[in-house]
Nanobody, 117 residues
Framework: QVQLVESGGGLVQPGGSLRLSCAASGIHFSIYTMSWYRQAPGKQRELVAAITSGGSTNYADSVKGRFIISRDNAKNTVWLQMNSLKPEDTAVYYC???????????WGQGTQVTVSS
């Protein structure tokens, strides 16, 4: 059974930082592209950041220079370090595991991030 379990969300003031974690089980973690998506109320889910099995990363323009995605294949974990948070970063953040060229695509349950004073 595949599980992606996110943690680390919460309430933070503008300018603050949070670190999200996603622990994976039931998959060969090291070969998957791992991503973070977010969905704000009334908006579509959007890609925030992704890291391939080889360690290449890409980011949404809105978070470049503020967020960092990283992974540890030995721990089956991916992180999203979020700095200089803005109110517009408020959303439910979801962890995703995807294996290109296959139908293998898995989601976590999401963790709420609220940026507010």
């Amino acid at each position: 059974q595949v599980q992606l379990v996110e943690s680390g969300g919460g309430l933070v003031q503008p300018g603050g930082s949070l670190r999200l974690s996603c622990a994976a089980s039931g998959i060969h973690f090291s070969i998957y592209t791992m991503s973070w998506y977010r969905q704000a109320p009334g908006k579509q889910r959007e890609l925030v950041a992704a890291i391939t099995s080889g360690g290449s990363t890409n980011y949404a323009d809105s978070v470049k220079g503020r967020f960092i995605i990283s992974r540890d294949n030995a721990k089956n974990t991916v992180w999203l370090q979020m700095n200089s948070l803005k109110p517009e970063d408020t959303a439910v953040y979801y962890c995703n595991a995807h294996l290109a060229g296959t139908g293998w695509n898995y989601w976590g349950q999401g963790t709420q991030v609220t940026v507010s004073s």
